[in-house]
């Protein structure tokens, strides 16, 4: 398809967007970057893990999106006590009609908020995993899909790290986007008080259809991706693995591990998503630079070496994109 032709029938499906960034606006303040990220996990598909302190308004954006794209919330607490059939349901005996019945857990929603998803055990992780992966799940002996779409959008809390388990890396790698949530900006700050405060409730309205959402998806599949920019994007992933090869030798000893395949895929996706969202048919190297290291932060496995010494994934990855060649 001409690039031409893709950038018109992006422009024309992507006018939802900025009536929707301008809803949510009404009642969440700033952390634009943080709802962007998220709208690109729903038009791609990919789940996204959000990391920042309490009180930066998670839950509640992710419940606006819910309201303005007229989709299905659900949030679950991740507690160390809860069980793989408190998310995806279990089987019931019905007195009644003398038989087995399925009744479905949280999970079946559009928007699962999985709050503080690093206080579950390890075998509730692994069912939400199956869900994140299949997009179904199986209740007794029965596979129920979930609805489309579907994006589970979890949180952990970087500072209190008594009675946690650390995701493990498989389960990270699943997610898409691993989104770090700052602290609002003083200017914000006083406009969310002043809101809040108010004693006036302000709640978003629908201005788009989970429908919508889904012919978006069909068309963010088609924005235009040049070779350079496809290369561009294996030579970062490629440099996460051979920092030498690419002339970043100082780097070889932090990295232990470097990202999968997984981060490629990705990488392609959301920047294809994060072009869709300026109203553009194709990619530039400015799209995989500003979602890059959302992708990679968390792919990245470091040494012992790099946390003796501070460095971070986010630095090592910030690396790469000042060393790796632009097209």
Known sequence: MDVRVINE???????????????????????????ERILIGLLTGGHVLLEGVPGLAK???VKTLADALQMKFQ????????????????????????????KRGPIFANLVLADEINRAPA????????????RQVTIGDTTHPLPQPFLVMATQNPIEQEGTYALPEAQLDRFMLMIKVGYPT???????MDRMTSGI?????????????????????????????????????????????????????????GASPRASIYLNMAARAHAFLRHRGYVTPEDIKAIGVDV??????????????????????RKLFEHVEVP
Do not use: C, W
């Not at 967007?17 to 952390?31: F, H, P, S």
């Not at 003083?186 to 969310?192: K, L, N, P, T, V």
């Not at 629908?206 to 235009?224: C, D, L, N």
């Not at 990245?300 to 986010?314: F, G, P, R």
């Open 9 to 35: 029938l992006v422009q024309k499906q992507s006018a939802f967007v900025d009536r929707l960034t301008a809803e949510v606006g009404k009642v969440i303040v700033g952390q634009k970057a943080m709802i």
């Open 201 to 257: 409730a302000v709640r978003a309205e629908a201005v788009a259809t989970p429908e919508e959402i889904a012919e978006a998806r069909s068309v963010v599949g088609q924005v235009y991706i040049d070779e350079k920019i496809r290369d561009y994007i294996v030579n970062l992933v490629h440099a996460t693995r051979e920092p030498k090869a690419h002339g970043l030798g100082e780097l070889a000893d932090f990295i232990s591990f």
């Open 75 to 102: 949030r679950v607490q991740f507690t160390p006590d809860l069980l793989p059939a408190d998310i995806v349901g279990t089987v019931i005996y019905n007195q009644a009609r003398g038989e087995f019945i399925a």
């Open 186 to 192: 003083r200017e914000d700050e006083r406009a969310i």
């Open 123 to 134: 075998k509730v992780q692994s069912a939400l995993l199956e869900a994140m992966q299949e």
């Open 59 to 61: 839950t509640l954006t």
């Open 296 to 317: 990679l932060r968390h792919r990245v496995i470091l040494t012992y070496e790099a946390e003796a010494e501070d460095v971070t994934s986010e630095t090592v990855v």
